[in-house]
């Protein structure tokens, strides 16, 4: 025996496989698995021409049964129990998070520019200075007499002569001084003239300082958005930009009644802290990556808007009216994919 284990151990020659381990007269194997419910699986061996009856199940009385579901509904209940505090958990720090980004961004910021002193920029001036009382809003107007309303009287007398302006709402005539140490940059000069206006006050822009679009429309001409028109001025293209668009009246703005707006930037944080700036009880901000989509739909439903008033003009009907709204928004859908993939 000694010997023999020198030998290689799988040859086919081993003496231990001749004679020892050759099987002879073997049969095959079969596994029978019982299929009734036991705490432990049985398994049972035999050959393929014997029988084997299935071991008997244990003996389960109304007492067990009656325990087993017990238990087994207290663990379900402890499960739930699980879930729920665990759910409250994460509400509560969802909840605790977004007031406390909330605060962080009205913290941090101190001041606010608005380029321009129309309907729409006094509007979102006067929203603006509203979340924050210390908050220095400063609008830079080009009439002498606007920006001398709204410092003294607190009116825009040319647009909202009848509204009163926060005491924390100031105008200038003065480019230098209104972007010096401002946090956002509200733009809403509009869009034929922004070209030449922000090439005339790129030097006193910060290449960091964000800017707000509040501008609708397309240039003449060139047909250039206001993403495209604002980093060429600036002579910066990587100036941080948003554009704030909505079916929207500076005057509801000015009433304070309910409104629905979207902040699109491809920087989702820079949405993010524009969208907690704005937001209140009355204004809704929602966000979007879709920079272009957000810029042609706000240029092109204006087309749509002088079709309606067409269409109620000459008694058209419902059906009308439906049907140019469907079909306009599918079309400045398509242009708006057309647009993104050039």
Not at 223 to 229: L, N, V
Request: proline share 7%; net charge positive; hydrophobic share 40%.
């Amino acid at each position: 025996m000694a010997a023999s284990l020198l030998e290689p151990p799988f040859s086919p020659n081993h003496a231990l496989f001749s004679t020892i381990y050759k099987p002879q007269n073997s049969k095959p194997i079969t596994y029978f698995v019982p299929i009734f419910r036991s705490p432990t699986p049985i398994i049972c061996l035999c050959a393929a021409s014997e029988t084997v009856e299935p071991p008997a199940s244990p003996p389960h009385t109304a007492e067990t049964t009656s325990l087993d579901h017990s238990s087994a509904i207290e663990r379900s209940k402890d499960r739930r129990k699980v879930v729920r505090v665990a759910w409250e958990k994460l509400v509560r720090w969802s909840r605790s998070l977004r007031s406390k980004a909330k605060t962080d961004v009205l913290e941090r910021t101190n001041k606010i520019v608005v380029l321009g002193g129309g309907s729409f920029g006094t509007a979102m001036a006067a929203h603006v200075a509203e979340r924050k009382s210390q908050l220095e809003v400063n609008m830079l107007v080009r009439d002498p007499q606007v920006c001398q309303s709204i410092n003294e009287n607190h009116h825009n007398c040319k647009y909202f002569p009848t509204h009163k302006l926060p005491e924390n709402v100031t105008a200038t005539t003065d480019a230098k001084s209104a972007l010096f140490g401002a946090d956002f940059c509200f733009h809403a000069v509009p869009v034929q003239f922004s070209a030449s206006f922000l090439e005339g006050v790129a030097d006193y822009v910060d290449p960091g300082l964000p800017f707000i679009s509040l501008s609708k429309g397309l240039e003449l001409n060139t047909f250039r958005t206001m993403s495209q028109i604002i980093p060429r001025a600036l002579k910066n293209p990587r100036q941080p930009y948003t554009v704030l668009s909505g079916p929207s009246f500076a005057l509801e703005l000015m009433n304070k009644l309910p409104t629905a707006m979207v902040v699109a930037s491809k920087d989702k944080k820079m949405a993010i802290a524009v969208q907690q700036l704005l937001a209140s009880r009355n204004m809704r901000i929602n966000t979007s990556s879709d920079v272009t989509g957000v810029e042609i739909a706000g240029a092109l439903k204006n087309v749509l808007a002088i079709a309606a008033g067409i269409v109620v003009g000459l008694n058209l009907g419902n059906n009308s009216m439906a049907a140019l709204v469907s079909q306009g928004c599918s079309e400045i859908r398509w242009l708006a994919t057309k647009i993104r993939l050039l």
